[in-house]
């Protein structure tokens, strides 16, 4: 078996590289396990596999293609930068003759179109609750997501960008602390500060996700599906712009949309292609 794989960074800006994930394009389907086996080897944060929904289907041609994302360790019901990874794919290496691409997914329909400045991902956005506080200092807020298992903590306004950046999260705590099966994904996020010399963002973030696999996600699209909603009540706002403080380091381009849906734009780039044989 030869299956056409591809790496893409998604959410790149600048000198900032994204987050890398793979893409397998399959023309029929695979033995269960052997996704996982595939998303183990790959050893990326997620690999994506796109599938055609009918026989008849074309890579080039077709606008709607199943969607499927494994960590290295276990399927995930989202993931946004592996579905912008899978759009830069069809759009830029396979030339899709279609503006708007949709993916039929565990969390239901998602769609991609192409933007002079990227692609937009159209994902749901969902709400978060507050939770009782920890009484630690350096939190200011908790909220939690139910339908994506993420817990949320904004940390204190008194705390800038770099103090973000140069946080240490031990990841192994983190699974010994929360074992309970509630919380999948721990999403640290700071308010903005005026741009300056430096560009302005209206919130920054760092996600981690050990309990799937992942110790810290470069930049996540799902994360930022919770994110949206919490800082569009905090800011009264539905456009904004964020900023992923990880290692690689990553924008986002914020729309909240009627009907409980955001666009989340960003650049994407292909940077290897090539056929995993099985």
């Not at 360790?73 to 069809?90: F, K």
């Not at 998602?110 to 709400?127: C, F, K, M, S, T």
């Not at 905090?234 to 690689?248: I, N, Y």
Request: hydrophobic share 40%; net charge neutral; glycine share 8%.
């Amino acid at each position: 078996m030869k299956l056409p794989i591809f790496i893409a960074d998604a959410f790149t800006a600048r000198a900032f590289r994204g987050n890398p994930a793979a893409v397998c394009l399959l023309e029929n389907e695979l033995e269960e396990d052997m996704h996982q086996k595939i998303a183990r080897e790959m050893n990326l944060s997620e690999t994506a596999f796109i599938r055609k929904l009918h026989p008849t289907d074309n890579f080039a041609q077709s606008s709607c293609f199943g969607l499927r994302w494994f960590t290295p360790a276990s399927e995930v019901p989202l993931c946004g930068h592996a579905t912008l990874a899978s759009a830069a794919v069809l759009f830029y290496k396979i030339k899709n003759m279609n503006s708007t691409l949709t993916f039929v997914t565990l969390s239901g329909e998602l769609r991609a179109r192409q933007a002079e400045d990227g692609i937009v991902l159209d994902l749901p956005l969902y709400p978060v609750y507050p939770q009782t506080a920890i009484g630690n200092t350096l939190v200011q807020d908790i909220c939690y997501s139910p339908d994506t298992r993420k817990l949320l903590l904004r940390l204190s306004d008194t705390y800038n960008r770099s103090f973000l950046e140069n946080l240490k999260v031990n990841t192994e705590n983190l699974l010994q602390v929360e074992n309970t099966g509630k919380v999948k994904g721990l999403i640290l996020t700071l308010k903005g500060e005026p741009g300056g010399q430096s560009q302005s963002f209206d919130f920054y973030s760092r996600y981690f996700a050990p309990w799937v696999g992942v110790a810290e996600d470069p930049v996540t699209g799902s994360a930022h599906a919770v994110l949206s909603s919490y800082w569009s009540q905090q800011l009264g706002k539905k456009e904004m712009h964020a900023f992923q403080c990880s290692q690689r380091g990553g924008e986002l381009g914020i729309s909240l949309r009627p009907a409980g849906r955001v666009d989340i734009r960003g650049g994407a780039a292909v940077v290897l292609e090539g056929t995993l044989t099985a």
